[in-house]
């Protein structure tokens, strides 16, 4: 393979326009989860921004890229997804039909490891090293909303009802219930983080947003706009007050879920819950084939989806002493948590202590 690697801000218009249309094409060489916003350049570039060490592997056919490989590297070759931890979807982006070396890959990259969390279906030279596949919900609407409503009635016929009987209950109740799908205002942002920050205090969850760089990243995602890709902050709102939001980004074909929010003063109206069936119906009237949710079990992503995409997490490594002491550090980390998370019998305790923390650390 011919690989150039390149930093984020030496990549041509060119090449950008490139990595886009490998993208747009991607559902029709059967890899439709290319597609995802998350492995736009947009969000590499806007990654290279706020952290070091993000580069692009480029490869080159008869003097035309084929294949864009987004990755983050530290001096001592130690190689992750770009955006490990908030990136819901991760690999390469390819023309149809291409296959790769991960070894040689990587080799060509500098790197002694690539670990990923959410590496995305059908990367068969990454899989074969993965150390487990996860189910990432999405909410299907290529055939419009009023067909994906009618078969969530069909399917959910309670949840449903309730959930639109709320919402009516909400506007009597606070004001007139109004949706925006594309908010423009930074004030309305600014709520939702604060929401978000609050919510993974409460919970006992670790606060991403007091990770400047992520507020950061965020904030440049928000004002990005091109063709293919745009930063989406979606907010309910009642008598003219914010009662839930949602940031995330969209690709040509995808809307994916990222950072949703509702103020807690509202919650019996399951405010969130509607704010979702609102961005479905906008994101279908918008050419949009799917939601995707993200990885990890919740009952509203249960209750809302229409089938499961398939991530994996895990390790592609060289024989190197750098990637084994790396796999030897993260491995049993990884193991423990997925454990907890897929057990209800460990999951259910370990949340109500984590809630509990929360409970106490807010009072204090």
């Given at each position: 393979m011919d690989i150039g690697v390149h930093r984020p801000g030496e990549l041509s218009a060119a090449d950008r326009a490139a990595w886009a249309a490998l993208q747009s094409k991607a559902h029709l060489g059967g890899s439709p989860g290319l597609a995802n916003p998350f492995l736009s350049p947009e969000f590499t570039l806007a990654?290279?921004?706020?952290?070091?060490?993000?580069?692009?592997?480029?490869?080159?056919?008869?003097?035309?890229?084929?294949?864009f490989f987004p990755f983050q590297r530290t001096a001592t070759g130690v190689g992750r997804a770009v955006g490990l931890g908030v990136s819901d979807c991760q690999g390469l982006v390819h023309r149809?039909?291409?296959?790769?070396?991960?070894?040689?890959?990587?080799?060509?990259?500098?790197?002694?490891v690539w670990e990923f969390d959410h590496l995305a279906e059908g990367q068969?030279?990454?899989?074969a090293e993965a150390s487990g596949t996860f189910p990432s919900p999405v909410m299907d609407i290529d055939q419009g909303y009023e067909t994906y409503l009618r078969e969530l009635r069909e399917r959910s016929p309670k949840f449903t009802r309730t959930t639109l009987a709320k919402e009516r209950r909400l506007g009597r109740d606070a004001g007139e219930v109004r949706?925006?799908?594309?908010?423009?205002?930074?004030?309305?942002?600014?709520?939702?983080?604060?929401?978000?920050?609050?919510?993974?205090?409460?919970?006992?969850?670790?606060?991403?947003?007091?990770?400047?760089?992520?507020?950061?990243?965020?904030?440049?995602?928000?004002h990005t706009r091109s063709a293919p890709f745009a930063g989406i902050l979606s907010v309910l709102y009642a008598g003219g007050s914010p009662v839930a939001a949602h940031f995330g980004l969209r690709s040509e074909r995808v809307l994916a879920c990222w950072f949703p929010a509702y103020d807690p003063a509202?919650?019996?109206?399951?405010?969130?819950?509607?704010?979702?069936?609102?961005?479905?119906?906008?994101?279908?009237?918008?050419?949009?084939?799917?939601?995707d949710l993200g990885r990890g079990q919740k009952e509203y992503k249960d209750s809302l989806k229409t089938r499961e995409l398939l991530v994996s997490e895990g390790w592609v490594t060289r024989r190197h002493p750098i990637a084994l002491g790396h796999r030897a550090r993260r491995a049993p980390v990884r193991a423990l948590r997925n454990a907890v998370l897929s057990r209800p019998e460990f999951f259910e305790p370990a949340d109500r202590a984590l809630k509990r923390m929360g409970r106490i650390r807010s009072r204090n």
């Open positions: 990654m290279g921004r706020c952290r070091r060490g993000v580069r692009i592997g480029v490869v080159h056919e008869g003097g035309e890229p084929v294949a149809p039909g291409f296959t790769w070396d991960a070894h040689e890959l990587l080799r060509a990259c500098g790197l002694a068969a030279p990454f899989e949706y925006v799908h594309d908010e423009c205002d930074p004030a309305a942002l600014r709520t939702l983080m604060g929401w978000k920050s609050a919510q993974y205090r409460r919970t006992g969850r670790s606060d991403r947003f007091a990770h400047p760089w992520i507020t950061r990243l965020v904030q440049q995602l928000f509202f919650a019996k109206y399951s405010p969130g819950l509607a704010l979702h069936l609102h961005m479905a119906e906008a994101a279908a009237a918008d050419g949009i084939a799917y939601l």
